[in-house]
Structure formats: structure tokens, C-alpha cells
């Protein structure tokens, strides 16, 4: 599977599983997965049809999805019926990751910060990204995925503080 084949299958993928999840953010992770496995199959076996073989896949993986988020048996509720609310406990918990999350972010060189931001935060296409900031699209993608692996570094860090 070479290069000049990914890109334009990767968007077809995208849209594919963006039509059933209706996530970007998950169509993403979702995609991401299908070339990893696809390319790990592809390393080991003839493949014939890697644009079958890569629908495939992804149609597996939106399948085990929905199925991890299946509806958990009903149990036997209490006499106190929980508040809805959030504890504090949760509260602060959430507002520490929050904080750990922007000085992740503030650290984080400005181009990949930027690309992040408008890719996970403001749901902008790689292709939008690439035109508005001179980049290729193969550029924003790596971009995309350093700052990932740069934000799971961060917090990995923060926990064993």
C-alpha cells in the first residue's frame, strides 16, 4: 500500500465511518486504527484489494464500538436515588486534568499546537488545515499525531508525580 494510495483512501475511510459513528473525533481514532491494522495485515499477507480489505476493517471496528457501548444490565436501585450532579471529588479530579491538559498544551511547540487545536478541538479537516496554514496534509497528519504522543508523555509524567 503505498502513499500516494493512503491519503485519498484514508478520506474515503474518514467518511465511511464518520456516516455511522457520527464523531469526528472518534471517526478519527477510528480511521487511524483501520490503516494500523491494515498495514500490519499487509506486512505478513498478499493483500489483493487494500481498499476492500481497509472498509473492512473498519466496518469491524465500528462494530466492536457500538458493541463496548452496549447498554449494561439494569441493577437494583437504592433507597436514595443518587443526585445526577457531579461529587466534588469528580469536580476537582476533572478540573486537575483540565489544568494538566493546558499546561500540556502550552508546552507543546506552537505549529503542532496549532494544528492540534484546530484538528481535536475545533474539528477542522486535515485538508482545510493544510490550506489555511501552507502545510501538506501529510504534514498535518504527523502533526496530529506528535501531539498525541506528546499529550499521553505529559499525563504518563504528571502520574508519577
Known sequence: MG??????????????????????FLADDLVQETLARLLAYARTNKVGDTAALGFRIAANL?????????????????????????????VLMERQRTALFTRALEKMPPLRREVFIR???Q????REIAQAMGLSEAAVEKHVVRALEWLHQEVARAGKR
Request: aromatic content about 6%; proline content about 7%; overall charge negative.
Open 3 to 24: 502513499s500516494a494510495e493512503t491519503l485519498p483512501q484514508r478520506e474515503a475511510l474518514y467518511g465511511f465511518i464518520l456516516r455511522r459513528v457520527r464523531d469526528p
Open 62 to 90: 465500528i462494530t466492536d464500538h457500538f458493541r463496548a457501548g452496549g447498554v449494561a444490565p439494569a441493577g437494583e436501585l437504592d433507597e436514595e436515588i443518587a443526585c445526577g450532579r457531579p461529587s466534588a471529588e469528580q
Open 119 to 121: 484538528r481535536r478541538l
Open 123 to 126: 474539528g477542522q479537516s486535515h
